[in-house]
């Protein structure tokens, strides 16, 4: 899922995916959360907020689901070199 900047003291980027109902959020200390079932009109209004991080505690902190996003997992995207070179030192190692 790709975030942007948000312009919040206590958020740094947000993403939402309209179809899975998901809205991630990366918090300025660096931890990414998934809100599950997030209706768009909410993430429309989060938006739209003057002060984001109050929005989300207020809205959403206590009414979604949601799990907390490590590692890659956190950046969206697998790191398809690291995966490439894994590949090949297993070829190289095996027998």
Do not use: C
């Amino acid at each position: 899922m790709t975030r942007s900047p948000v312009g919040s003291t206590s958020i740094r980027t947000a993403g939402y995916d309209e179809g899975a109902k998901v809205l991630e959020i990366e918090y300025q200390a660096g931890n990414v959360y998934q809100y599950a079932d997030v209706p768009p009109e909410v993430y429309e209004w989060f938006l739209r907020a003057r002060s984001k991080g109050g929005y989300v505690n207020r809205m959403i902190k206590d009414r979604y689901a949601y799990r907390e996003v490590v590692g890659r997992e956190a950046d969206g995207q697998a790191d398809l070199l690291d995966a490439l070179h894994a590949s090949l030192r297993a070829r190289k190692d095996g027998p």
